[in-house]
Every structure is written in structure tokens, then in C-alpha cells.
């Protein structure tokens, strides 16, 4: 498969990427970054775990002329778990803001609900960038008159749960960070083929964690079983799958219950999948600017992309291929990395009511 290369226009770096495998490299643009009104903004999660469907919406966003270019940059969220995390956080942010100012960045478009939360809040504090609008990708996708297409739903969720492909319904999970707002529940919702959802138990302001907070704060059991009650809850509604619009949700709810079959909601629109059973357990890819943490006293992979002549600057090399928690425990790191499992790219998503809720 050909490297997936992206022009990041807050740091003038040109990043490539391959795809399984996410080694990764950049290297300093020719000229300063262009002015870019309207953003893409995908997140760490959705640049690890879903390479293609990362470039396929950025396609339809560009092509439509809903984004002038993209970021692949970190939120920053992350870093407040780092040694002295609130000043490495803090000091992230500033850059960001300062980068996303001298961009002439006014609107951008956000697909991660942690990210935007994120951008909204450090962007709110700088007077540079307090009038940036940060809008939520599915209500995006909504307005632009994209929809999942029934028929792609009944088919990928038969193909993993034993179900009537006529009579599937799914349930959403809705993310922590969206609480407040609601807007990515809606746009899933607004998205997903009219009459297929049903309601669990806990959704929306009342949604619980999917579990992936409790991991990264090194209670796994506890986080797991926040996973099958997710899956139970699916169960008792006669969902035959759960749909997010986080990427970690996803990942968590894939890999660690399995009543029920996951899906993030841009898999159901592109008809992609991604092989979360496959996936590395270990984000591998964060991309920073030039002063990052040190990656083998985090224990997480940061590149650094403004300036590099190679990319990764300042971080060592089995941190770049592999993430350096998992190189340090000599853990494996599977061939397959989260690669769709038809091994295509995603398909062009269609839209209006006639294409999209068939």
C-alpha cells in the first residue's frame, strides 16, 4: 500500500505515513504555512487507529470546500498526564494557539469530542484565538446531506453478529467529553438511517465512560468492566451493534467486550473497517512541535514535526515505529495494525435520503 502523505499547515511540515505499521516521517515545507481559514483536525486517536478513513474524509471536506487544509497535530489533552503535565500542556498550548492565529485559522473542523473540548477550551484563553469556531465532524457531514447508507449497515453488522440483516438496530455510545453539548450525539444520530437506532439505558448526559479512563489510569479491570456493561446495556435493547463517535471509545468497546459487534460511525459512512482485534494497544504516533517530551520517560511516541528534517527529531527510533511503552516491554506489535479488513480504501459515501437511508 502506497504512504499516506499529508501537508500539515500549522507546522509547514509535509508528514508521510505508512499504513499498517505507522512509521512515520516529516520533513520542513518549502515556503511558511499558507493561510487556512477552516481547519481539519482529526485527533491522535483517529490518525492511529484509521489512517485511510483520516485522508477519505479530508477529501470530502477539501473537495467540498468545507476545509481549506488539515493539522495533524496533537490537542495537547494527552500531555497533562506527562511528567510535569500541566506546564508541558500549558506551554503545548500556547504554541498551538500562536500557530493557529499566524495561520489565519476562523473555523475548524474537529472529529474527535476529546479534541474538541480540548481546542475549545485552550483556545478560548488566548485573545489571538478566542473567536475560532470549533465545529463537531458528524453535524459537518449531516449539514453537507451525507448519511449512512442502510444497507451497508445491515450488511457489515450480519457479517459479525447473528442477526436478520432486515431487522438491525444498533445504539449509540455517547463519549464522556460530549456530555455537556450533545453535539456529536446528534450528528451520529442525525447521520445514522432513520428508524436503526434504539436507545440504551444510559445515553447522552447520562452515557457512562467506556472504560478507557480507568486503563489509562491503570485500573484495567475496572475499566473492562465498564466495557461489558456497555455491551450488556447493547444487549437489552436488541442492539445488534453499538456505533461511537470516539475513536478510544471505539477501540475500548471492540476489544474488551464482546457481546456485541462496534462500530465508529465513519466506518458505517465510508463502508470501511477498521481490524480493531488487530490494532495496537499502543497509540504510536502523537505529533508535536520541536520541543517535545521526552518519549522514553513518558512512555509514549511524540514526533516533532516543525523544522525536522527527519521528523522525529529528539525521539528514538523504536518510539517512532513502534511507541516507546511498547519497545521498552519488548511487547509485540501486530502486522496488521488496525488495517480494514476487505485490505481497500474506503468508499465515497453517498448522499441525500435516496443514497443514504435505503
Keep these: 500500500m ?41 485527533g491522535c486517536s483517529f490518525v492511529n487507529y484509521g489512517l485511510p478513513l483520516v485522508k477519505a474524509t479530508y477529501d470530502l471536506l477539501k473537495d467540498a470546500g468545507r476545509v481549506d487544509g488539515m493539522s495533524l497535530l496533537c490537542c495537547g489533552k494527552i500531555l497533562g498526564f506527562e511528567p510535569d503535565g500541566p506546564a508541558v500542556r500549558a506551554a503545548f498550548e500556547r504554541q498551538l494557539c500562536a500557530h493557529v492565529a499566524d495561520a489565519g485559522v476562523k473555523r475548524i473542523v474537529a472529529a474527535c469530542p476529546n479534541c474538541v473540548a480540548a481546542l475549545r477550551a485552550a483556545l478560548s484563553r488566548d485573545e489571538r484565538t478566542a473567536d475560532v469556531q470549533v465545529v463537531v465532524l458528524p453535524q459537518e457531514l449531516a449539514a453537507m446531506g451525507y448519511r449512512v447508507d442502510a444497507k451497508v449497515v ?13 431487522d438491525v438496530a444498533v445504539c449509540v455510545h455517547d463519549s464522556c467529553p460530549d456530555r455537556s453539548t450533545g453535539e456529536f450525539a446528534d450528528g451520529v444520530r442525525a447521520l445514522l438511517p432513520e428508524g436503526m437506532v434504539v436507545e ?58 464482546d457481546a456485541v459487534p462496534v462500530f465508529h460511525y465513519l466506518e458505517l459512512l465510508f463502508d470501511w473497517r477498521v481490524d480493531w482485534a488487530h490494532a495496537s494497544q499502543y497509540m504510536k504516533l502523537r505529533f508535536l512541535f520541536d520541543d517535545v517530551p521526552d518519549a522514553e520517560a513518558s512512555g509514549r511516541a511524540f514526533v516533532g514535526l516543525e523544522g525536522a528534517d527527519d521528523g522525529c527529531k529528539g525521539v528514538p527510533a523504536a518510539a517512532r515505529s513502534q511507541g516507546s511503552a511498547a519497545a521498552a516491554a519488548g511487547a509485540p506489535v501486530d502486522a496488521d495494525d488496525g488495517c480494514g479488513k476487505d485490505g481497500g480504501a474506503p468508499a465515497r459515501p453517498g448522499k441525500d435520503e435516496a443514497d443514504g437511508r435505503g
Design 154 to 166: 445491515r450488511r457489515l453488522v450480519a457479517a459479525e453478529a447473528s442477526v436478520d440483516g432486515a
Design 200 to 257: 440504551a439505558a444510559h445515553v447522552r448526559n447520562r452515557s457512562f465512560c467506556c472504560g478507557s479512563l480507568l486503563r489509562a489510569a491503570g485500573k484495567f479491570e475496572a475499566g473492562d468492566k465498564q466495557a461489558r456493561r456497555h455491551g450488556e446495556e447493547a444487549e437489552e435493547v436488541h442492539a445488534a451493534a453499538i456505533v461511537t463517535a470516539c475513536v478510544s471509545c471505539a477501540f475500548q468497546l471492540a476489544t474488551k467486550q
Design 2 to 42: 502506497e504512504p499516506y502523505v499529508f501537508d500539515d499547515v500549522l507546522t509547514g511540515s509535509t508528514v508521510t505515513c505508512a499504513y499498517p505499521g505507522l512509521d512515520a516521517s516529516a520533513a520542513k515545507g518549502a515556503s511558511a504555512p499558507a493561510a487556512c481559514p477552516s481547519l481539519f483536525f482529526p
